[in-house]
């Protein structure tokens, strides 16, 4: 158990409807990133956060993505008017010390099925 | 090894065997270069990490090579055991981003 926890597990929703899903970190992380993986391939980075700060997103992340960390600790991430393409698992990771190479600690992921 | 249906390559070993899972990087700039293993219905977990400027590097039971000359990384795994059949990612670093490399299976017979 990484101490990540990512809530729900699994999510269906219907093309067009808002989801959210959370993440609480291991307490004493001070970043938190957020990735998706689609089926048979490596995770992508989306976004993350330094404390509350939301530091970079991805350029290929939608308008329709939102993610927040409003007092540092756990995180929301929200996608509105969702699409069939948006069908992956979102990854929350955190880490304790960003320098080197920043060992990620994990979530077991929100699958999120559009249909 | 052979593809499967999710087309990720795979490797087949037998209990005891060594494994040697390989992958190729794109950026030469990548600060560092991390393996990590993921096992079915969970997330990636961290195995070894290896700066840029290293070639090798050793943990327990793994080992990391790096050659920046064909920007190719191996990750070896010593004494393969049924617990190791997962999928293993490659990843660089640059700055604070991870990127993921596609995936090999490891499936490890007893």
């Known amino acids: 158990d990484t101490g990540v926890s990512q809530d729900p597990r699994h999510k269906i929703t219907k093309r067009g409807q808002n989801v959210t899903f959370r993440c609480d970190p291991i307490s004493e992380h001070n970043r938190l990133y957020w990735y998706r993986q689609t089926l048979g391939q490596g995770p992508e980075f989306l976004t993350y956060f330094q404390n509350e700060a939301q530091l970079e997103k991805s350029r290929l992340l939608s308008d329709r993505f939102s993610a927040e960390r409003p007092k540092g600790s756990f995180s929301t991430l929200e996608i509105q008017r969702t699409e069939q393409g948006d069908s992956a698992m979102y990854l929350c990771?955190?880490?304790?010390?960003?320098?080197?190479?920043?060992?990620?600690?994990f979530g077991s992921g929100t699958q999120l099925s559009v249909l | 090894g052979e593809s499967v249906g999710l087309h990720l390559p795979t490797l087949s070993v037998q209990e005891g065997d060594n494994s040697i899972i390989n992958c190729a990087y794109s950026?030469?700039?990548?600060?560092?270069f991390i393996w990590y293993k993921q096992e079915s219905g969970k997330g990636p977990q961290f195995i070894i990490d290896i700066r840029s400027n290293m070639d090798k590097r050793q943990g327990q039971r793994v080992t990391v090579l790096l050659n920046k000359t064909v920007k190719h990384l191996s990750l070896q795994i010593a004494a393969t055991q049924p617990g190791d059949s997962a999928v293993y990612f490659c990843a660089e670093k640059r700055y604070s981003t991870l990127t993921f490399g596609k995936g090999t299976m490891l499936l490890v017979s007893p």
């Open positions: 950026n030469s700039a990548s600060d560092y």
């Open positions: 990771a955190s880490s304790l010390d960003p320098k080197g190479a920043e060992k990620l600690f």
